[in-house]
């Protein structure tokens, strides 16, 4: 929590609090949320698999030893980041979840290299956040939209910030 905690104090020093208007509170917990249970709150290299037979596929083509779980591959650096990714896009795999704040290629578009880096992926999740505050109000079950619309997933992540929340009074 300490990184990032410092990180998004520089960001706010360095950017100005002008640049995100959603609190940067909230965008710590979707960070911890996003977080890998085996990599620290902030740790920006890693590329989640939302499709189990997509997962399966590249371990058979990788090989096993650069994932840290079933569906997840910590890439290690910004440029080998890059590289993975878009050798999964060539293989058409594009159901992603990529950064430190695991926002999905599919749906939304950036530089491949911004993905990795915490500022600005930190600046594009603040952006998602904001125009669903936007569009369905400031509520949790809002800010659960950040991971999904669909009731049962939006349900499931509301539950994982209710604990950050509880754990943080």
């Known amino acids: 929590m300490k990184l990032i905690l410092s990180v998004l104090t520089f960001v706010s020093i360095l950017f100005g609090n002008d ?7 909230i965008l710590k917990i979707i960070a911890e949320v996003e977080r890998h249970n085996k990599r620290e709150i902030g740790y920006q290299y890693l590329i989640s698999f939302n499709n189990k037979k997509d997962a399966k596929q590249i371990r058979k083509q990788l090989g096993k030893d650069i994932f840290i779980d079933s569906r997840t591959i910590d890439c290690l650096n910004k440029k080998l980041c890059k590289k993975i990714t878009t050798f999964l896009i060539e293989q058409k795999i594009t159901n992603l979840d990529l950064g ?8 939304h578009k950036m530089k491949m290299e911004d993905y ?18 936007k569009i369905y109000g400031y509520n949790w079950r809002t800010i659960a939209r950040y991971h999904s619309a669909t009731p049962k997933y939006n349900y499931r992540y509301l539950k994982k910030i209710s604990m950050i929340t509880k754990k943080g009074d």
Do not use: G
């Open 100 to 107: 430190a704040f695991q926002i999905n290629y599919r749906f």
């Open 19 to 25: 640049t995100c208007d959603v609190d940067s509170s």
């Open 116 to 133: 990795f880096i915490f500022e600005k992926s930190y600046f594009k999740a603040c952006s998602l956040v904001s125009n669903l505050i």
